[in-house]
């Protein structure tokens, strides 16, 4: 796009007169419109003192105006890449207040902490995608040599020294979190004593593992800490709720799975679970629920 000279040149005293000058028309017969420059003041979407994890902000971020669309959009794009990998045991959820804070659900299927349902939140940087790699929070301190005993931050920089721009992703964040709870790592843990009882002291581990499960599966039923209106939240079992919910799941997944020729719910991203158990597909015969 070119422009001429006379239309790039300001003059000392409009420049004093208009300290934020409208960007200049464009040409009548030009259809294409930008947008009105945003305001440079931050806002914020809670208060300053609130607890950790509770205050979501959102800044105006870098000098360049359009800064905070580029980086909407760059946002969007991961969550959609996060879609197309199809993680399983994975729901995550953008808070409705900041994109750059997800918060979500992590059931684990398979090994030692098998039956383990940790709620996460996960923190991108203000200056993403140039900034440091996010921040990966599990809401209760689950016991594994590499989360944190008392905050529950994963140690993502083991994985991801130095977060490159349009070569690492969101998704690879949560890829790897999911990983360290199927193929643990004892060396520079962030839990010392997770990582001494589970070389030394297998049983004495395993015991403690089975200790956080039910004390993170006690605390889906509470309020999650993240104060924010799309944090999955959880109900006790409702007889006059949830059988007819289940059964509407169930009979629409086989309607969908016939249309796309597919036998497998899974293939459709739908599940069921058995009443009081966290095994998927606990129902191997659905027309009979």
């Known amino acids: 796009m070119s422009t001429s000279s006379e239309q790039m040149s300001v003059s000392p005293d409009a420049m004093s007169a208009s300290p934020s000058p409208s960007p200049p028309p464009r040409p009548s ?3 294409r419109q930008l947008p009105s420059i945003p305001s440079s003041v931050p806002y914020n979407a809670g208060p300053p003192s609130a607890a950790k994890g509770n205050s979501l902000s959102n800044n105006n971020r870098g000098s360049n105006g359009y800064g905070p669309f580029f980086q909407e959009y ?4 991961e969550y959609n890449q996060l879609h ?3 993680i399983p045991g994975l729901y995550v959820m953008p808070c409705a207040k900041t994109p750059l804070v997800w918060s979500g659900l992590l ?7 098998q039956g383990g349902a940790f709620r996460f939140t996960l923190t991108i940087p203000d200056n993403y995608p140039d900034g440091d790699c996010p921040k990966f929070v599990f809401e209760y301190p689950v016991f594994h040599p590499l989360i944190h005993p008392e905050t529950g931050e994963v140690d993502i920089k083991r994985a991801f020294p130095r977060w490159r721009k349009n070569v690492n992703h969101l998704w690879q964040v949560f890829l790897y979190v999911k990983k360290i709870f199927y193929k643990l790592e004892v060396k520079s843990p962030s839990n010392p004593e997770a990582a ?3 070389d030394q002291e297998m049983e004495m581990f395993k015991n403690r ?4 499960l039910k004390e993170a599966k006690d605390r889906l039923l509470q309020p999650p800490n ?5 944090a999955l939240r959880f109900s006790p079992w409702n007889e006059a709720v949830h059988p007819d919910t289940r059964r509407q799941m169930i009979n629409s997944s086989q309607r969908q799975s016939s249309d796309a020729g597919s036998a497998n719910p899974s293939d459709l991203g739908l599940s069921w679970m058995e009443a009081g158990q966290t095994k998927i597909f606990s129902r191997d015969d ?3 629920a």
């Open 107 to 113: 059931f684990i299927r398979q090994g030692l902490y």
């Open 196 to 198: 001494t009882l589970y």
């Open 209 to 212: 593992v089975s200790d956080s």
């Open 226 to 230: 993240l104060e924010d209106p799309f």
């Open 29 to 31: 017969t030009d259809g």
């Open 74 to 77: 760059s946002l969007l794009a």
């Open 84 to 86: 197309q990998q199809k």
């Open 286 to 288: 659905a027309s009979s």
